[in-house]
Nanobody, 126 residues
């Protein structure tokens, strides 16, 4: 069992940067692949970024490639989403999630993830 808590999001002007963090409780944090999802009002939740258990492999949805990075610090039981060159379309509630199934792959579907944070609002203004 893993409990995930996102940091407070925030407001950023388009083109600016923002870093989200997600802290996990438990002693088995490194056993989970981790992902960030987001959901805009009236839209489905979508995969944003994922990172393997060791942190050596990452993947991103096309819309954020080259702009976002994902990093994990297993010693601190924390995963980060660094958002650079933000766009108004990045506005959404962001969720971190843990995947107990991923071994050699990083899953991108919401149903593949077992544990979820409460979500945090990110607003990008023009």
């Amino acid at each position: 069992q893993v409990q995930l808590v996102e940091s407070v999001g925030g407001l950023v002007q388009a083109g600016g940067s923002l870093r989200l963090s997600c802290a996990a409780s438990g002693r088995t944090f490194s056993r989970y692949a981790l992902g960030w999802f987001r959901q805009a009002p009236g839209k489905a939740r979508e995969f944003v970024a994922g990172i393997s258990r060791s942190g050596g492999v990452t993947r991103f949805t096309d819309s954020v490639k080259g702009r976002f990075t994902i990093v994990r610090d297993n010693a601190k039981n924390t995963v980060y989403l660094q958002m650079n060159s933000t766009k108004t379309e990045d506005t959404a509630v962001y969720y971190c999630a843990a995947d107990s199934h991923a071994i050699a792959t990083l899953n991108v579907f919401e149903s593949d993830y077992d544990y979820w944070g409460q979500g945090t609002q990110v607003t990008v203004s023009s």
